[in-house]
């Protein structure tokens, strides 16, 4: 059965997709609360919890005697420090490609029980086919009821492949993800410039590679490979979640204490 979503939440949801969507930008004065509670038919107290929680959030911010605006910090920088592996090997002069393998959009019956699980998606979840639009680039017959976006990348230094990253993006939040030229844009890049990112948290692995990833690298079946994955929020909701496979003995993370 279908969760019901209480009421405050239905308006921060609403929230949130008119800042998303670029309907409110940042020092953008947002709707009253007397004119959210009459638009939900709600009491202001409801409103009042919503708009408070938001803050407490850091993406809005109440001025006292003037309304609530759209938090300024939340949106001109990024909180989390992601690397751009584009920008370290061109810091490091060396020759930076990437290639698209695939993207495609995701359809709640296609979720594994991972994905459920990192975006917070019921099995019972039901679409709002009017809230994510049709996009044509997207590798799938329904669209239009996409709940996240995948792509899959291979990331290249002088010629060789040295990271392959599979990627999965709220698609309600970031819309247009899907119709980016990622072989020219760099996913990171995009979603900071999007949806700045809070939070976060990683975690490093060596594991075998399986066969597919390994003919991505261009390396052995079972071959060692560094495997760093990575989910990152914004507004307390996970926006991506990423899997960076790297050649074992073409990479190495580093860094300073």
Do not use: C
Not at 77 to 97: G, M, P, Q, W
Not at 162 to 171: G, L, M, N, P, T
Not at 179 to 199: C, G, H, M, R, W
Request: hydrophobic content about 40%.
């Amino acid at each position: 059965m279908t969760k019901t979503i209480p009421a405050y939440q239905r308006i921060k949801n609403a929230i949130l997709d008119n800042i998303h969507s670029g309907k409110w930008q940042a020092g953008n004065a947002i709707s009253t609360e007397m004119a959210l509670a009459e638009e939900f038919g709600v009491s202001r107290m409801t409103v009042n919890r919503a708009l408070k929680e938001l803050s407490e959030e850091r993406v809005l911010e109440r001025r006292q005697g003037s309304g609530t605006f759209v938090a300024q910090q939340q949106f001109n920088h990024t909180f989390v420090e992601v690397r751009n592996i584009a920008e370290d090997l061109k810091s490091a002069n060396r020759d930076y490609e990437a290639q698209v393998v695939s993207k495609r959009a995701i359809t709640a019956d296609m979720l594994d029980n991972e994905l459920r699980r990192k975006f917070g998606i019921d099995k019972g979840v039901v679409i709002d086919k009017e809230s994510v639009p049709v996009n044509t680039s997207a590798q799938t017959d329904a669209s239009d009821e996409a709940v996240l976006y995948e792509v899959k990348i291979i990331h290249f230094a002088d010629g060789q492949p040295i990271q392959f990253e599979e990627r999965w993006v709220d698609a309600k939040k970031v819309p247009k993800f899907i119709d980016q030229d990622f072989s020219v844009v760099n996913t990171s890049d995009y979603l900071i410039a999007k949806s700045p990112l809070e939070s976060g948290s990683y975690t490093i692995r060596a594991l075998a590679a399986p066969a597919e990833i390994a003919e991505f690298l261009q390396i052995a079946p079972q071959s060692p490979t560094l495997v760093l994955r990575r989910q990152t929020y914004s507004a307390g909701q996970v926006v991506t979640f990423v899997k960076m496979w790297h050649a074992g003995d073409r990479y190495q993370f580093s860094g300073e204490l």
